[in-house]
């Protein structure tokens, strides 16, 4: 019995939960993203790596269309969500956003106390009933964002006044109180410590049972201990996506492995 | 006019100075100005300040210290016998400082030779009808002490303007010489100047912050004078603006604060929401084109003078609110009797705030961090939420700073409530009703024929410091504010 489902496991399909085709951003003149195709699957980790301003960054942005922030950008392309096109007019960005959450590369806790910052998607979405559920939402969203112990006891006090490395398990806590299918996570582990990091990495690991995520990274180790597959971007191509064991282990691209063994970045 | 020329031959010097230091550095470097420890300008400022700095301090301290010794010398002179009952030693004497200055442009004019002023007698010669020829008109004619005070005042003037005109030239040249006999190739004048640059910056601001004490100090020495003359607790007390001159004049502020807050409190409904939400527009919502085309409009707006406001609110807010609510009007209602209300000024000036609400608390909220909206927008929040519960939160304590500091110039401003608000001082609900405020009771108190020596004209700096005193409080309370709130983000 347990062998067998061990086998069923090995063998199933993973679901593609957003598909990329043909994608390009352009901030004004500047052309960061260049024909870049990706599939990201559902309930895997996805690593993007590759040198700072490869445009990591902008492409994750693409996911959840925080691009359209932005003054001047400009993304073209097809980025399918469940096979619905997110940028369709139809679509409502902020709908969009609620169900792809996203942890920014600097932690930006609201100047709000800890509670409210985590309340504050559950209220807008109306995911609570009452106070005492909202409460339930609070404690484990924080509990799951690996920061619960440190602030149960003032949870009144402002996010703002948090270390950084708790202000970002802070921002996690916050995204994936809203339930989030697609988390989309930009250096989340770059101010904080080993342990927290330990703490961030099992975080992701857990979620995966549920959702997908993906992860930019500047640590290798970090994109080969989280993530089943890997893109590495160059210059805002995607020079190589696959299977993370493989990718670190026998790459295609004579950059990939320059990159990964340290020779460019 | 011997000031002006001394100042401009201070300048001459130094100028000289320049170059005649910029020069000798240069010699000494073998003309290699590579060899210098600084740049050859340096050298030629170090001269030129040295000629300049301590004469025009000298100069400064004597202009100001020279008329008060001479006052106190010549009112030492005068016997008290000579003072006529009727009148103060402190009037003499500026009867003494007239004649004085009469006979100096007298003399300027031509009209009188040095000759003919030692040979006035003031019992036989006219001496006020040929002042007057000259332009300066004297209250009585000169009893003989005067004109022998007046005498010794000019000769001491004389002589301490040319002492003072030796002294700074002697100074000047003096530094000049220093300096320039220090100049040489290893000579630091760079770090000299450097030293000269800052003491000149800490004289300007003390400079500014003197005279703000001075003014403050001149202001409370009126107010002792007037509370010397009128109750103080009519005047904080009292219930009655009824100024008159038979002496019995009740002069009580709460009338117009009453209207002056009144007429505030109507400025800030108009012009906080309205500024408000035009800056959350502007910064949140507004394209690039937009902006770049709304926010100079917006700033135009607040350079109109206040005297234009106050005759849009004269011509044409005022008739437009007679005609809404007054007799005849479209409500059908007898509610306002003339063009000049509360209203009328309030909304006027509410307008003249606006800009200065909105482009305060639009460079608030763009103070506010962008990551912060990110971080709403990536919860799935729609603009108008994030603005609600991200945004103003987070510019909320700077926003009350920026409406403290409109309220502060709603309570100073003048033009507009002079002739928008009318002239009646009472305690009333009605905006309707004309109202005034403290600033135009100031003005009226001081126009016209003033006597310095009656309550009902010193009971204007009274008022003034009163005023002062409370936009002070309102302004450092506003600093603080928009301080503390500074410190959350840097
Ligand atoms: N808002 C913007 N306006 C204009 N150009 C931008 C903007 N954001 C990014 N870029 C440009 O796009 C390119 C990709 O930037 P991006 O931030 O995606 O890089 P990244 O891979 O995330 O780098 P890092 O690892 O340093 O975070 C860079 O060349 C950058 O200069
Ligand atoms: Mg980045």
Redesign the interface.
Known sequence: MNDMSRVERAVEIKQTKMECRDCHVYYGDTHAIKNVNVDIEDKTVTAFIGPSGCGKSTFLRCL?R?ND?I?GARVEGSFMLDGEDIYDKRVDP??????V??V?Q?P?????SIYDNVA??PR??GLARNRAEMDEIVEKALRRGAIWDEVKDRLDAPG?GLSGGQQQRL?IA??IA?EPEVLLMDEPCSALDPIATAQVEELIDELRQNYSVVIVTHSMQQAARVSQKTAFFHLGQLVEFGETGQIFTNPEDPRTESYITGRIG | MPTLWLVLFLLLLSTLGFFAGRARALKSAGGDPRKLHSLPVYYGLNVALSGLVPALGVLAVWLLAQPMLIDTRVSSLLPEDSIPADLTRDLVMSDVRRVAEGLDIAVGQGALSEAEVGALKAGSSDIRARLGEVGVALGSDVRPEVLAAARSYRALSHTGTLVMAAVVAGLSLAGLAWSYARTHRDYRARNVVERGVLALLILAASLAILTTIGIVLSMLFETANFFGLHDWRDFFFGSTWAPNFRGDSELSILPLLWGTLYISLIALLVSVPIGLFAAIYLSEYAGKATRSFAKPLLEILAGIPTIVYGLFALLTVGPMLADIFGKGGALGVDWMAGATSVLTAGVVMGIMLIPFVSSLSDDIINAVPQSMRDGSLGLGATRSETVRSVVLPAALPGIVGAVLLAASRAIGETMIVVMGAGAIAKFSLNPLESMTTITTRIVSQLTGDTDFASPETLVAFALGLTLFVLTLGLNVLALYIVRKYREQYE
């Open positions: 959840n925080m922030t003054a902020v709908q969009l956003r609620a169900k959450g996203m920014f600097k930006n806790p609201f100047p709000k504050y998607g807008i979405h703002t921002c916050r995204a809203t």
